[in-house]
């Protein structure tokens, strides 16, 4: 069994990684290629390009690389319609998937999208695009097939992996002890995403922010996970703008990250379910190049950006976009968590739920599906 993926960031990767494991226990002599990171590799994944190549968010952004990223699309069809895999699996990134995919399903090759664009938040022509581009999607939440089935789709909800993948019951001792932390300290995660341009434009609010909570709490501790290759980025930003804050960077290690925290400070994107996943209290923060944000903004359909208030269809945690992502605001956003414990602890059993209804051994269920469609 060959199988194609591509996987186009930090969080797809982590998607993907955790994917393989199941398709690995249905098919153990699995082969993988295509694009992917170090969680797919892990797998035995044969990664033609790295994943970083496409993790770039935002129109100004993409057409910086548009022609790098187009080249890389190009030779990667190329190839695969030259080797003919069992099926290509898109894990996201649907600007760089759906494409690749629709070419492929004309040629004959069973496509399978992994993590359904957010079709039910902006962008929503994308159904179209979709049926004509995938075989079968692979959704992470329950509302999502239905959604798609009314455009033609044919779609199953496998769960979410991370749901599977982190404990009901978050390892706070342990963590807290291998990262050398106190059971008494007050620790605060700061995330401020996982690209390049996401670095740019939203950790000197956070660090700025992380500033402002040191000098009002001295006793506070903060923990920052750093995504592979991105260490030489924050450094800097870090002497500039919050210089001797005690701040432990990690090099990975979100999870930790967040099982030992308090509260967090996080970029919008896959890591808030994580941090809703470990039944965290927790400030969104985003911003991202003025006229890609107001492009975005005009097709929203909902007024939340974060997964845990979409999910939970209301502002269960506080959203700090754009010309909001202030660092005075989202430092007094942060503490009001740690001040008022009768919140946090209320908002914990609502993700709690949540945790349990996205969980459904998505491993097993996603070969499942997959297999249906590669024997069809």
């Known amino acids: 069994m060959q199988l194609a993926m591509v996987a186009g960031e930090a969080s797809g990767d982590l998607l993907a990684g955790l994917l393989l494991t199941g ?13 992917g990171g170090p969680r797919m590799a892990e797998q035995g994944f044969e990664a033609w390009w790295p994943h970083q190549k496409l993790a ?3 129109y100004v952004e993409v057409l910086r690389h548009y022609r790098e990223i187009s080249g890389i699309r190009e030779a990667l069809a190329e190839r695969l319609l030259q080797e003919r895999p069992a099926a290509f699996v898109g894990v996201d990134a649907p600007d760089f998937n759906l494409g690749l995919e629709k070419r492929l399903k004309t040629a004959g090759i069973k496509t399978v999208h992994f993590v359904c ?11 179209k695009k979709m049926a004509a581009s995938c075989d079968h999607v692979l959704c992470l939440f329950p509302f999502e097939p239905a959604l798609l089935q009314q455009h033609g789709v044919a779609a199953t909800f496998v769960g979410h992996p991370l749901a599977d993948a982190i404990p009901l019951q978050p390892p706070r ?9 106190a059971e008494a300290d007050e620790v605060v995660a700061v995330l401020p995403g996982s690209r390049r341009s996401e670095i740019q434009y939203i950790a000197p609010a956070f660090l700025q922010a992380a500033a402002l909570m040191h000098r009002q709490r001295p006793s506070l501790r903060f923990v920052l996970p750093i995504s592979p290759g991105l260490r030489e980025m924050i450094e800097p930003l870090l002497q500039a703008h919050a210089p001797g804050l005690p701040l432990q960077l990690l090099d990975g290690q979100s999870h930790a ?8 400070l996080i970029a919008s994107g896959t890591a808030t379910l994580e941090a809703a996943l470990f039944k965290l209290p927790m400030v969104i923060g985003y911003r991202m190049h003025g006229l890609s944000w107001q492009l975005m903004k005009r097709m929203r359909y909902q007024p939340w950006v974060g ?29 009001r968590w740690l001040d008022d414990r009768p919140a946090a602890a209320a908002l914990a059993r609502r993700f ?10 998505t491993a097993r269920c996603a070969a499942d599906a997959l297999a249906q469609v590669v024997q069809a």
């Open 257 to 264: 990250a967040l099982a030992a925290c308090d509260v967090t």
């Open 307 to 335: 997964l845990p208030n979409i999910l939970s269809r209301e502002f269960v945690v506080p959203e700090l976009i754009q010309e909001d992502c202030q660092p005075e605001a989202l430092a007094r956003a942060t503490l």
């Open 117 to 127: 664009p957010s079709i039910w938040a902006w962008r929503g022509g994308r159904a």
């Open 173 to 181: 001792a342990a963590s807290r002890a291998a990262l050398g932390l």
């Open 352 to 361: 709690d739920d949540l945790h349990h209804s996205l969980r459904r051994d």
């Open 56 to 58: 770039v968010r935002g």
């Open 23 to 35: 398709l690995k226990q249905r098919w153990p002599t699995l082969q993988t290629h295509g694009i």
